[in-house]
């Protein structure tokens, strides 16, 4: 007998991820605040995030952050609806020190409790060309591959609870310092009259090339911010995560202050609900109103 799927939270993300694996065939029982988001998505509509619980085998959560994570899992219908041999997967961005307490209660009711860690965004999640980086019980991992399958290439098995979450964390934050430190130097070549496009050239034949030089500012140069990605404040809320996982391993963070102050500044202008691309208009606006690409 198949595994039943069910998925919690079928916003930016979790719609695109319920989408893939609905289209690959298999029935998707959902549940969102926004009942559209899980029609939109193709899912059966649930009742509660506890209904998706008791009538799924394997379910998903895609949530905001660890305090939404807790919440949801904490909830004591959400718990009471468990049953051995439940998968629960968390494709959230949390912190890893939250997951681990989670993984723990859950595994006392016979329930495996694994940490996705997701890369690739909202472009990758439609293609099903995700990457995922994955702690927790291999032999759990191993059985819900084949739904993970539907909108992820690349899976990684991390370690023990919490690393998928951690793995998470580091990559976001290398992403948040190529993002803001490409907008800073994209915005210096703007107002030395360079030409961008040859900019751009230069860096993805140099030391300096990242996957923002890469894949996002030749589009934000002709003015595509590639919307539908990670918010403004999603990018903040994950740098400050980043950083508290690093004083729990007892790490100095040197290099935070960057992106902390340049998506500080997006939310401050009111871009924090703009894809984070728009951190370079941010950076534009303080440095004399520039813009990489022409007004229409």
Do not use: W
């Amino acid at each position: 007998m198949n595994d039943r799927i069910g998925f919690i939270g079928l916003g930016n993300m979790g719609g695109r991820m319920t989408r893939r694996v609905v289209d690959g065939g298999l029935p998707v029982l959902g549940f969102d605040m926004n009942a559209a988001a899980v029609e939109a998505a193709g899912a059966s509509l649930a009742a509660s995030g506890a209904d998706v619980v008791a009538n799924s085998d394997i379910v998903f959560l895609s949530l905001p952050d660890s305090k939404v994570v807790e919440r949801v899992v904490g909830d004591p219908a959400f718990l009471a609806a468990l049953r051995p041999g439940v998968v629960v997967v968390d494709l959230s961005t949390a912190a890893p020190s939250s997951t681990q307490k989670l993984h723990a209660r859950l595994l006392e009711l016979g329930v495996e409790y694994l940490d996705a860690g997701i890369s690739g965004g909202a472009a990758a999640a439609e293609k099903g060309a995700l990457t995922l980086m994955v702690g927790g019980d291999s032999a759990a991992l191993e059985r819900v591959q084949p739904a993970m399958a539907h909108f992820a290439t690349n899976v990684f098995h991390m370690g023990a609870s919490g690393s998928g979450h951690s793995t998470k964390l580091l990559n976001n934050f290398l992403n948040a310092i190529a993002l803001s430190a490409t907008s800073e130097v994209m915005i210096a070549a703007k107002k030395a009259g360079l030409d961008l496009e040859t900019v751009l050239a230069v860096l993805n034949s140099s030391s300096g090339v990242n996957f923002a030089t890469q894949n996002r500012f030749p589009k934000i140069i002709h003015g595509d911010y590639l919307k539908g990605g990670l918010t403004n404040a999603l990018m903040m809320k994950d740098v400050v995560l980043y950083v508290d996982h690093l004083h729990e391993l007892g790490v100095t963070s040197l290099n935070s202050a960057g992106p902390v102050a340049s998506f500080g500044l997006a939310m401050a202008l009111g871009y924090a609900d703009e894809i984070s691309n728009t951190v370079v208009d941010a950076i534009g606006d303080v440095s004399g109103h520039v813009r990489l690409h022409d007004a229409d």
